[in-house]
């Protein structure tokens, strides 16, 4: 069966421009510093981000978990959205690995903070409590159905942060879905915060990899903790070489994206016994509840894929879909007719 996938903007294929590039990569042994499609790559990337350098990762959990290490020691405290991806998705690892303790915050129904809710859970220096010393925003934020923090609610969350005495990472894996919705260049957003992922293999079309940008100071620190976790790689540049042409090429494309994912949501608003909020519809990601349905969320997908129709259940009434490259707007239509047939047929 030929299936309409929207389980995922990590399902995109490469290229053929990406193909070639991987093809033809000029290669080196990267743990030396000696790979030239690798150091492109970290100069791009820092260049775009507004960043003194950057360090290439092979995922966005491992580039995450090397920028919280380079912030923090051990038992710091750190800040999150209460459905940041960093807490509900990388398996723990700012705890195990990182040694520190989360302190989650809620943020409002699109998941995105408020500045002075931030700043209230911040405590006094006491002898008892840890030390405060990391904000962690997620833009897109993925649970919040891609949401999106504007630039000028960046700009406020750091200004809250710098009175606080907190640094700032960023998990930008959709960062540049973000900056397109804001009509904006991503430095708008990258210069509000000290460190920032950037994931190459999902919007972007990469096979693999992420990138981590910020102060040079930082960028050896995060290196190093790379090597530990497992991440030092030699001959990078053939994958590298991937993620250089999704970072120069793919970006200006993601705006299609977000058109294919108003035609779902706008669509999905029209099938009985669904329900979703179009507020929450900004970039890729559109999220639903089939609470109105005979489904629960794991009998739903599963009738789907019967159907040729991928997607992920959030909960047990929440159903995640995500437009990307290789799926057209044609196919977006197929699937939501599907749904209809699936659901009230």
Not at 34 to 53: K, N, Q, S, W
Not at 285 to 292: F, H, L, M, T
Not at 316 to 337: F, G, L, Y
Request: charge should be negative; aromatic fraction near 4%; include cysteine.
């Amino acid at each position: 069966m030929n299936y309409i996938d929207l389980r995922s903007d990590t399902v995109t294929k490469p290229t053929e421009e990406m193909k070639r590039a991987m093809y033809e990569a000029e290669v080196g042994d990267d743990v030396y510093g000696e790979d030239p499609t690798v150091i492109r790559l970290e100069e791009t990337a820092a260049a775009m981000t507004g960043m003194e350098a950057a360090v290439y990762v092979t995922t966005g959990t491992m580039g995450n978990l090397v920028a919280l290490m380079a912030h923090t020691q051990r038992g710091d405290e750190v800040f999150l959205e209460s459905e940041a991806h960093i807490y509900f998705y990388e398996v723990a690892g700012l705890a195990v690995a990182g040694q520190t303790i989360p302190r989650l915050i809620p943020g409002d129904e699109l998941r995105i903070l408020d500045p002075e809710t931030v700043r209230a859970a911040v405590r006094p220096p006491n002898i008892h409590y840890p030390t405060p010393r990391l904000l962690c925003l997620e833009n897109t934020h993925n649970r919040g159905g891609g949401t999106v923090y504007t630039p000028e609610r960046m700009r406020e969350l750091k200004q809250v942060a710098d009175d606080c005495g907190l640094l700032v990472h960023l998990d930008g894996a959709r960062v540049f879905n973000a900056a397109v919705a804001c009509g904006v260049d991503v430095k708008e957003i990258t210069k509000h915060v000290d460190s920032v992922q950037i994931c190459l293999s999902k919007g972007l079309c990469a096979p693999v990899g992420s990138v981590v940008c910020g102060t040079q100071e930082f960028v050896e620190k995060a290196r190093k903790h790379r090597k530990m976790l497992g991440g030092g790689m030699r001959q990078a540049g053939v994958i590298a070489a991937a993620g250089l042409v999704g970072m120069t090429k793919m970006v200006s494309r993601l705006a299609e994206d977000h058109e294919k994912a108003q035609v779902l949501a706008n669509a999905l608003a029209n099938v009985k016994g669904i329900k979703i909020n179009l507020k929450s519809v900004q970039t890729n990601i559109v999220s639903y509840d089939i609470s109105g349905t005979r489904f629960d969320g794991p009998a739903f997908v599963a009738e789907l894929r019967k159907n040729g129709v991928l997607c992920n259940n959030q909960t047990n009434t929440r159903i995640r879909m995500v437009c990307h490259h290789d799926v057209s707007t044609e196919e977006v239509k197929n699937a939501v007719a599907i749904i209809d047939k699936v659901v009230n047929g």
